[in-house]
T-cell receptor, first 114, second 112 residues
Framework: DTGVSQDPRHKITKRGQNVTFRCDPI?????LYWYRQTLGQGPEFLTY????????KSRLLSDRFSAERPKGSFSTLEIQRTEQGDSAMYLC????????????FGPGTRLTVL | GDSVTQMEGPVTLSEEAFLTINCTYT??????LFWYVQYPGEGLQLLLK?????DKGSNKGFEATYRKETTSFHLEKGSVQVSDSAVYFC???????????FGTGTRLTVIP
């Protein structure tokens, strides 16, 4: 399977704990995006990378959110000191530069904060 | 700023009925337009796209035409099937942006 993969698919945590999600993009894609999707809404952009450079992070929801893509391949999204309002689906997507921003999405990680 | 407005759902149709899901957009430049579909329990899948005015995107019997004059990208299918039951999202990517802006989604249920 050469699509975008995400791990874990589901995460249940207690308020105040830290969580980390992983995304593996399509191998030849140089752009990687993170989105958040809450119930009944469309995905909301958080941040993106081109290779290992994080080119946009102003949309990250708070300073508790951070993302990395250290070698320009997989990426991680970390949420520190989780809150109940962080419960959502976290989506990763990847694309090739210049392809009209046609993004391919992974299955998502569903986070539940108790 | 950039935004997408989608027809509110849910939409329930009988099999073989005609489908239209309305989508209008606001963008500062000349965006690319997309329809994504999310089947139950699955991730978002690109259904079709159009990158310039008057382009028609099509896939799996679905079509949408990029109408610059009405800033619209309505999704249509002539004869829906039960397997088309899903949530459909309209999205845009402005030439100056690097992310997608999504509508709120329209849930379609097709009954036999």
């Amino acid at each position: 399977d050469t699509g975008v993969s995400q791990d874990p698919r589901h995460k249940i945590t207690k308020r105040g704990q830290n969580v980390t999600f992983r995304c593996d993009p399509i191998s030849e894609h140089n752009r990687l995006y993170w989105y958040r999707q809450t119930l009944g809404q469309g995905p909301e952009f958080l941040t993106y990378f081109q290779n290992e450079a994080q080119l946009e992070k102003s949309r990250l929801l708070s300073d508790r959110f951070s993302a990395e893509r250290p070698k320009g391949s997989f990426s991680t999204l970390e949420i520190q000191r989780t809150e109940q309002g962080d419960s959502a689906m976290y989506l990763c997507a990847s694309s090739l530069v210049g392809q009209y921003n046609e993004q391919f999405f992974g299955p998502g990680t569903r986070l539940t904060v108790l | 700023g950039d935004s997408v407005t989608q027809m509110e759902g849910p939409v329930t149709l009988s099999e073989e009925a005609f489908l239209t899901i309305n989508c209008t957009y606001t963008a500062t430049g000349y965006p690319s337009l997309f329809w994504y579909v999310q089947y139950p329990g699955e991730g978002l899948q690109l259904l079709l796209k159009a990158t310039k005015a008057d382009d028609k995107g099509s896939n799996k019997g679905f079509e949408a035409t990029y109408r610059k004059e009405t800033t619209s990208f309505h999704l249509e299918k002539g004869s829906v099937q039960v397997s088309d039951s899903a949530v459909y999202f309209c999205a845009l990517s402005d030439a100056g942006a690097n992310n997608l802006f999504f509508g709120t989604g329209t849930r379609l249920t097709v009954i036999p």
